[in-house]
């Protein structure tokens, strides 16, 4: 069955410091890959999405992702945090018209 | 355009009671979606639609019903609520459903059950 992994539940960064969000995926054929992030409150926003091609996908907000298949890997990462990206990042993985399986999340907590 | 709006914004049920989550999206987007949200365990697809009159189960579908009489709106009914179904109730919507399409989320209901 697919599942996504999100091995970190929470991490704090500080502000200005890289960010790395880890995710892994178990699917048996080439996976649709997205991160969305939900802001406290609010609905999930897509950051970025691959689906085939540059296995690095650039997003919004100054996020990236890279896609690894020998590490069945999509990990997030944004060279430099602001306070304002202190949110909730979900991992998904997509099996078929629009039946995206979720990550369970990572927190990502700023520091002044 | 508002986007995908649901209502309530919490709402708490005593065990047995029966209730609406309301959805709607002004995108003219064919396919929604539900999905719950519980600690822990990511997001978990309840019911989807891919068009009107048209719905199909998801994940989780027991205790849920949903249809689809129009392109707007897509509300869930809880039957008989019973406190497992204590969590954050989410809405999205997409153009055609693909996974080429990017989902809209609505911002949410968070229910308890008591």
């Known amino acids: 069955a697919q599942s996504v992994t999100q091995p970190d539940i929470h991490i704090t960064v500080s502000e200005g410091a890289s960010l790395e969000l880890r995710c892994n995926y178990s699917?048996?054929?080439?996976?649709?890959l997205f991160w969305y992030v939900q802001s406290p409150g609010q609905g999930l926003q897509l950051l970025l999405k691959?689906?085939?091609?540059?296995?690095l996908v650039q997003g919004i907000k100054g996020f990236e992702a890279e896609f690894k298949r020998s590490q069945s890997s999509f990990n997030l990462r944004k060279p430099s945090v602001h306070w304002s990206d202190a949110a909730e990042y979900f991992c998904?993985?997509?099996?078929?018209?629009?039946?995206?399986?979720f990550g369970t999340g990572t927190r990502l907590l700023v520091s002044p | 355009n508002a986007g995908v709006t649901q209502t309530p914004k919490f709402q708490v049920l005593k065990t047995g009671q029966s209730m609406t989550l309301q959805c709607a999206q002004d995108?003219?987007?064919?396919?929604m979606s539900w999905y719950r949200q519980d600690p822990g365990m990511g997001l978990r697809l309840i019911h989807y639609?891919?068009?009107?009159?048209?719905?199909d189960q998801g994940e989780v579908p027991n205790g849920y019903n949903v249809s689809r009489s129009t392109t707007e709106d897509f509300p869930l009914r809880l039957l008989s609520a019973a406190p497992s179904q204590t969590s954050v109730y989410f809405c999205?919507?997409?153009?055609?459903?693909?996974?080429?399409?990017?989902?809209?989320f609505g911002p949410g209901t968070r229910l308890t059950v008591t």
């Open positions: 999205a919507s997409s153009k055609t459903g693909t996974e080429f399409d990017e989902q809209y």
């Open positions: 699917y048996g054929a080439t996976p649709y």
């Open positions: 691959y689906f085939s091609g540059d296995t």
């Open positions: 998904a993985v997509g099996r078929g018209f629009q039946k995206l399986v």
């Open positions: 995108m003219n987007h064919e396919y």
């Open positions: 639609s891919v068009g009107a009159g048209i719905t």
